[in-house]
C-alpha cells in the first residue's frame, strides 16, 4: 500500500509489528483504566466512542470496563494490530488504514487520540483535528505528550518519528467553536516512558 508519509509506513510495518508486543500487559491496561476513569469524567456515560490509532485496543478495552454498553470504535493502520483489534471489538467496528483516509461512518459521542498525534508528520496535523472533530458528536478527548512549542524528539533511534507540541491548542484553535472541558497532566515514570 502507498501511503502519503514516512510515519505511515513506519507504523504499518515492522516497527508498528514490534509494538504491538511491547504494549499488552495486564499493568497496562489497569494503568489505562485508571486514566480513563479520570480523563473520562466530563462525559457522563458515553453511548459510542471512536479511537483513532487504536492499536490492539488497549484503551478501548479500559473504556469498555468503564461503560460496559459502549459502542466502540477502532481506526488503525498496522494490519496485525487491526486484527487483534477486530477480535476484541467486531471485524465490522475496526478501520484498517491510514487515519488520512478514514471517513467516519458517523458521529461517536466522544473522538479519541491518545500516543498517536506524537506520531504525525506534522503537516498532517491539520486533517487529523479535522478527522476528529467530524468524527465527534460530542466530545473530543486529546491524550498526547505536550511542548509549548514544536519539537522533534528522537524516538528509539530514529528521527521524525515523534514530535511534540500543544496539540489541543491547536486543535481548538483550528475550531472556535470548541469548548474547553477539562484537562490535565500526567507525568510518566521513567519505566513507563521506556516501555511504549
Known sequence: MAYVTEQEQFWAGN???DYINRN????YLASNLNFFSKALAQVGKP???VELGANVGMNLRAIQLLFPNIDLFGVEIN???AQTLAKAIGTDKVFNGSIFDFVPPQTFDVALIKGVLIHINPDMLPLVYKKLYDASKHYILVCEYYNPSPVMVSYRGHQNKLFKRDFAGELLDQYPDLQLRDYGFVIPTRKSL???
Open 24 to 27: 499488552q500487559s495486564q499493568a
Open 47 to 49: 453511548d459510542s466512542l
Open 15 to 17: 516497527f508498528g509489528n
Open 79 to 81: 494490519q496485525q494490530a
Open 194 to 196: 521506556s516501555a511504549r
